[in-house]
């Protein structure tokens, strides 16, 4: 440890080869290529991936319907439209975080959560008077027809038999 310690302070205080004092062109900017890389072992930078307009159409209509997807959710989009899981995740995550920021048409501006409908409350309502806990197959079907999110129902529901246990 102690010969890498005194290398690197040779190194930095050599004043013939140190970038600060040397008499040649200087390149204050990034490095563009690999060859100019200032470290031996810097990672390569990863490639953005831009979206297209079909995919980001896409993520966007799923998003005002859900705008939080279940894995199995994510993992569909991904498939269907071309991208890697992460990078959906990673569109989800921004689009969660940023929403509520921007404003809408009307001037109003987009909450993280939409408010149940009166009738997607009551059919849960329903839903939850002829069972209490309803199979992971009952609760997609309830969510199929109400336009929610199986996470969401599943959550209602939870939420529903805790408030029955307190007093």
């Known amino acids: 440890m102690e010969s890498r310690r005194s290398n ?6 050599r004043e013939d ?4 004092f040397s008499e040649g062109p200087h390149h204050d900017g990034p490095c563009s290529s690999p060859e100019q890389s200032h470290s031996s072992n810097a990672k390569p930078k990863r490639a953005r991936v831009v979206l297209t307009k079909d995919q980001s159409k896409a993520l966007e209509l799923h998003f005002k319907t859900s705008p939080y997807p279940t894995i199995q959710e994510r993992k569909d989009l991904a498939s269907t439209l071309g991208l890697t899981n992460d990078k959906v995740y990673q569109w989800f995550y921004r689009e969660q975080r940023d929403a509520p920021r921007r404003l809408l048409p009307d001037g109003t501006k987009l909450g993280f959560r939409h ?15 002829l069972n209490k806990r309803p199979s992971d197959r009952e609760q997609k079907a309830i969510a199929l027809d109400l336009g929610l999110s199986e996470l969401r129902v599943s959550q209602w529901l939870h939420r529903r038999r805790n408030k029955r246990k307190q007093p």
């Open 8 to 13: 690197i302070y040779d190194l930095l205080n």
């Open 115 to 129: 408010p149940l409908t009166e009738e997607q409350q009551s059919r849960l309502e329903k839903e939850y008077a």
């Open 17 to 20: 080869e140190h970038p600060d």
